[in-house]
T-cell receptor, first 114, second 112 residues
């Protein structure tokens, strides 16, 4: 069965520091995609970054990077130079199963301290 | 203007009532999805559609129905709402199975 696991229910980080949010996945499909979404308190789901299973390099989008370790089945999100506006829930998701649906983890609540 | 819009944004209804949530998109995507998020949890798939004539059940479709009126419109109906359908509902679109899904702002539904 396909599964996403986020083991950190909540995390704190000091403003301007880097933070890593953990995500491990389980799938038997050779082709898959991994996503990170941000959900602020207002509720919307904001796409941050994508990593394909065949991508040779780690994905980067501005201050976001994805530390993809295929053998370990991990896809951790690294946020550099944290900002107060980064405080939110962060969800790791994997594309798989029915119609390309996204399978979500439980989320990590990140709080950035001034 | 937002690429994916949902109406209403908030709705309070009573047990047994029929309710429709609407989703429209201007991204030109073929694929549309309805997800549900319960408090403190990730999202679960209710229904998805590859085009107007192709609609499929997701993992939690019981108690829900959908209509794809056009490429740009995908509606979710609760035929007879019950309290445990209280949740945040998201519509999403993508340009194919391998592509990123983009979400609407969500509809917060409360069933009393």
């Amino acid at each position: 069965a396909q599964k996403i696991t986020q083991t950190q229910p909540g995390m704190f980080v000091q403003e301007k520091e880097a933070v890593t949010l953990d995500c491990t996945y389980d799938t038997s499909d050779p082709s898959y995609g991994l996503f990170w979404y941000k959900q602020p308190s207002s509720g919307e789901m904001i796409f941050l970054i994508y990593q394909g299973s065949y991508d040779q390099q780690n994905a980067t989008e501005g201050r976001y990077s994805l530390n993809f370790q295929k053998a370990r089945k991990s896809a951790n999100l690294v946020i550099s130079a944290s900002q107060l506006g980064d405080s939110a829930m962060y969800f790791c998701a994997m594309r798989g199963g029915q119609g390309g649906k996204l399978i979500f983890g439980q989320g990590t609540e990140l709080s950035v301290k001034p | 203007d937002a690429d994916v819009t949902q109406t209403p944004r908030n709705r309070i209804t009573k047990t047994g009532k029929r309710i429709m949530l609407e989703c429209s998109q201007t991204k030109g995507h073929d694929r549309m999805y309805w997800y549900r998020q319960d408090p403190g949890l990730g999202l679960q798939l209710i229904y998805y559609s590859f085009d107007v004539k192709d609609i499929n059940k997701g993992e939690i479709s019981d108690g829900y129905s959908v209509s794809r009126q056009a490429q740009a419109k995908f509606s979710l109906s609760l035929e007879s709402a019950i309290p445990n359908q209280t949740a945040l509902y998201f519509c999403a679109t993508s340009d194919g199975q391998g592509y990123t899904q983009y979400f609407g702002p969500g509809t917060r539904l409360t069933v009393l």
